[in-house]
C-alpha cells in the first residue's frame, strides 16, 4: 500500500469519532468506537507505518472520556483498518491494548490512499489522486466549488509548476492556469522551451476560494496532502512555486516574495524556485525580469539550455 505516495508513511489522518475515514457505525457504542479506533490506530501505525495522526479534539476528548470502558474488553472484535486494500498486505493482526501516541488536533487533513507499487504507472496514480480530491469534503472550499482542479500535465515531468488555488475559469473546467495567469505561465513555460504537455501545472488548494480571495493558511494546511502526494508521485526535478501565497503554503515562509524569489528553497527534498505569480506580472509587468532571471535558474538547475535574448524576446515569458 502506498500512502500519499510514499511506501509505508504517512502523513495525517482524517479521523473523527464519526468519521473513522471512516464511519462510526451507527450500532457501535462509543466504547466499542473507541476501542476499535484504537486498534485501528495501532494497525496503521504496526502496518502502515504512519507515524503521525492528527486527532481532532472531540476524538481526543472521546477517547480520554471512556479510558475505562475503552480498554475493558467488553466489546465485539475491532473493526478492519479502512484503508484500501494493497495487493502487498498481509492479514492485520489482532488488536492490542498499547497507549497510542497522539498529536495536537489542527489541521485535519485527508488521508492519501493509493494502490499500486512506486514507481508504477504514474498517470493511473495521478487519477486515484485526482479522483479522491474530486470527493473531498475536508474543508470549507468544497461548498462553493463547481469542480475540483487537481492539476494536469506530464506524469513524469522535469518540472512542476504551483499555485496556490483555482480561480474562476479553473473551477468551470476543472483545469489549472487556463485564465488570463494561465496564458501568461504558458509563454513563460513556452520562453523556457517546453510545452505545457512536458510539465504538470497544479495548485495547493484543489477547489477555489470563494470571489478569488487567498486561500486561508488552514485551508493550505489541510489540503497539502493532496499536492505532497501529486509531487511524490510526478518525481519533478524542480518546483515553481508561483506567488507569495503559494511560497507561504509550501516553505511555511513569512518573507516577502519580493526578498524570497530567486533562492533556492526546498519542499519534500525537491528544490523549489519562488517566483511572482503570472498574475501579479499581468498586474505590475516590470516584474518580468526579474521572474526571468529566476525561471533562467531553473533552465541552468535543470541543465537545459537558456533561450538567448533573442529567442527569449520571440517567445517572451510575459
Ligand atoms: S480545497 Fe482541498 S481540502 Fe478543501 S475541499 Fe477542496 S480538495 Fe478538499
Known sequence: MEINGIEGRAYF??????????????????????ADFKAYLEFIRDEEK??????????????RRRPAAASAGTRAPAARPVAAPSPTSSTPPPPRRTPVPETAAQPIRPVVVISGKSGGDSAELLSQIAQQIAGCKACGLHAT???????????????????????ADEDEQGLAFVGKAGQLLT??????????EEVFIGN??????????????????????????????????????????????????DIPISKLRGTWQEFEGIPVMPTFHPAYLLRDPTKKVPTWDDLQAVLKKL???????KAAEKNPPA
Open 303 to 309: 541543465g537545459r539550455p537558456i533561450p538567448s535574448r
Open 50 to 63: 504512519i507515524k503521525a495522526v492528527n486527532l481532532r479534539a472531540e476524538t481526543v476528548a472521546a477517547l
Open 145 to 167: 466549488r463547481t469542480n475540483t482542479v487537481p492539476g494536469q500535465g506530464n506524469p513524469r515531468p522535469e518540472l512542476m509548476f504551483v499555485g496556490e488555488a483555482p480561480g
Open 13 to 34: 489522518a482524517y479521523i473523527s469519532p464519526f468519521n473513522r475515514r471512516g464511519i462510526m457505525a451507527k450500532q457501535d457504542s462509543p466504547q466499542q468506537w473507541a
Open 204 to 253: 495547493i488548494n484543489k477547489c477555489r476560494p470563494p470571489n478569488n480571495r487567498p486561500p486561508q493558511p488552514e485551508e493550505m494546511d489541510t489540503c497539502i496532502p493532496y499536492l505532497k502526494a501529486q509531487i511524490a508521485v510526478l518525481k519533478p526535478k524542480v518546483i515553481v512555486a508561483l506567488g507569495a501565497t503559494a511560497v507561504r503554503g509550501l516553505l511555511k515562509s
Open 187 to 196: 509563454k513563460m513555460i513556452i520562453a523556457m522551451g517546453f510545452s505545457r
